[in-house]
């Protein structure tokens, strides 16, 4: 069902004046920009259903990724306002009813990966576990409340959602004593499945929580996927002060403010490598026993979007060192080609560039020179269709994955709300 809110309409046009030097981004935004609204959403009866695009499921990391450049007109538009907080209402049903899933049904209907091997749930696509998929519905949720100014999501379920998350990372702290989930696809990739009998590899206590996939929907080589622990970190402080504003609960509190500390502790003390070129640059992923990935993905939660999502700042030595490795060939999944460079991931062909990364690396620089080239970037590999895509071949755009991906849609609409609101990129971009 479309839907497209009269703010909505307003808005876009009104950025779009913007632009008018820019007509190329002036089409691309007019078209991402609504692309979720217009094709993704549908309102059930005191609930919303958002799929992700290509794929008729929903995943939890990407319904909230895909609204999040309408929040701040929240605020002047009931409609708006009504969808958002339908689908945060059916993000915190779905966590309460297998906080390991990444993506579900609209239906209890058995769609999607039934032949994995794990525990089934009607509701269910996909049981994945990946922690950033209960990051981003209380990111959300918290976003919401600062937008709208209005508590009512807070309710019953909702804080039944977040005792469950508390309780689930905490476990999976100490995920090879403590955690029941196990997973295995038959007849894939390794990159689709679970190693050591369905637990993956084992891995030390660190103070960090546990996680079976990444953002990308790929096997962890190692249990503790850094960029998600530090989502994690940020999320807790929003349960603690949702939990002392809201709920007025000193226990639910001091549990997320525990939680937090440790897993932070974890990062810093466990998370760091040496590297001889860079410094101490953050790990993509570890064990806890001195075993180090390092790499980033293009999927965020990622280390070169530390600072979007809260963790880190854009000045943090660490993260600067961390962001000049990653954005050199020394990461394994940084490619180059005649149209572009920027972050790819393993979760699509080798030397493919992702959108996504690309917005990242625009969202996070203090660089307006290296703003307006991915930009630019931008602009040449749509292959005309005025959308962002999944990944594309830096030597050839019309080559690319995933036609309908909202997400990289809506991420690129952020960016340029971000840089029409910063008059100095803006005139650069004129020029």
Not at 324 to 339: H, P, V, W
Not at 365 to 383: F, Y
Request: charged fraction near 20%; hydrophobic fraction near 35%; charge should be negative.
């Amino acid at each position: 069902m479309q839907i497209l809110p009269t703010m909505i309409s307003e808005f876009s046009t009104q950025v779009n004046l913007c632009l008018l030097s820019r007509p190329k981004l002036q089409e691309m935004f007019g078209k991402c920009f609504t692309n979720t609204l217009e094709t993704t959403v549908e309102l059930m009866e005191d609930t919303t259903f958002v799929i992700t695009g290509d794929i008729p499921a929903m995943w939890l990391r990407d319904s909230s990724a895909q609204v999040r450049q309408y929040m701040p007109l929240i605020p002047k538009d009931l409609e708006l306002e009504r969808m958002v907080a339908g689908l945060i209402k059916r993000q915190m049903m779905y966590i309460a009813i297998d906080p390991y899933a990444n993506a579900f049904n609209k239906d209890p209907d058995y769609q999607g990966h039934k032949s994995d091997i794990t525990d089934a749930n009607p509701w269910v696509w996909e049981r994945k576990y990946e922690i950033d998929s209960l990051c981003y519905p209380v990111q959300l949720s918290y976003m919401f409340w600062k937008a709208a100014g209005k508590t009512y999501i807070f309710d019953d379920c909702f804080k039944n959602s977040i005792n469950i998350i508390l309780k689930h990372w905490k476990t999976e702290q100490r995920h090879h004593e403590e955690s029941s989930y196990r997973f295995a696809r038959m007849n894939c990739p390794p990159s689709d499945t679970l190693r050591n009998q369905r637990m993956g590899m084992p891995v030390n206590y660190t103070g960090m929580t546990w996680s079976a996939f990444r953002p990308s929907d790929d096997a962890c080589r190692f249990g503790y996927l850094i960029p998600s622990n530090m989502f994690a970190v940020v999320v807790l402080g929003y349960i603690n002060e949702i939990a002392l504003m809201v709920y007025e609960d000193a226990e639910m509190a001091a549990s997320a403010a525990q939680l937090q500390e440790e897993i932070r502790y974890g990062i810093e003390t466990y998370g760091i490598y040496r590297h001889p070129e860079f410094g101490n640059i953050y790990a993509y992923e570890t064990d806890g026993f001195g075993n180090y990935n390092l790499m980033d993905d293009a999927n965020v939660p990622s280390l070169l979007a530390s600072p979007y999502f809260g963790y880190s700042t854009k000045e943090d030595v660490r993260y600067r060192n961390t962001r000049r490795f990653i954005l050199s060939k020394q990461n394994d999944y940084f490619y180059e080609g005649s149209y572009g460079k920027g972050i790819g991931s393993p979760h699509t062909p080798k030397g493919y560039i992702w959108h996504i990364g690309l917005i990242m690396q625009a969202l996070t620089s203090q660089d307006e020179k290296e703003i307006t080239g991915i930009i630019d970037m931008l602009e040449k590999t749509d292959a005309g269709t005025g959308f962002m895509h999944e990944s594309f071949n830096p030597n050839n755009p019309a080559d690319f994955t995933r036609p309908w991906f909202a997400w990289a849609n809506s991420l690129f609409a952020e960016l340029v709300i971000k840089l029409v609101s910063e008059t100095s990129i803006l005139s650069n971009l004129h020029a």
